[in-house]
């Protein structure tokens, strides 16, 4: 799969896309901006964007956001039947 975007697109833009892909299930559902996606979108910003970490949960935590640091993607979790 290749996606094409304009040089101008800040990346935490692409990270937070991303972020509500892995925070989705097979069929679309999510938790949309809530604690999982915050928390793998917090993850790809440290990780890719080198975000200092104590930084940016210190400055969630101040605005009052649930975080989920442990956060996975969710098409790692085991099959629910």
Do not use: C, K
Not at 48 to 56: F, G, H, K, S
């Amino acid at each position: 799969m290749r996606m094409r975007l304009p040089e101008s697109v800040p990346d935490w833009v692409l990270l937070h896309e991303l972020a509500h892909a892995l925070s989705a299930t097979h069929d679309g559902q999510s938790d949309g901006h809530g604690a999982r996606f915050l928390g793998l979108y917090a993850q790809l910003l440290i990780r890719y964007l080198r975000i200092p970490e104590e930084a940016l949960f210190s400055s969630m935590a101040e605005a009052g956001l649930r975080v989920d640091r442990a956060a996975r993607p969710l098409f790692l979790d085991p099959v629910r039947a």
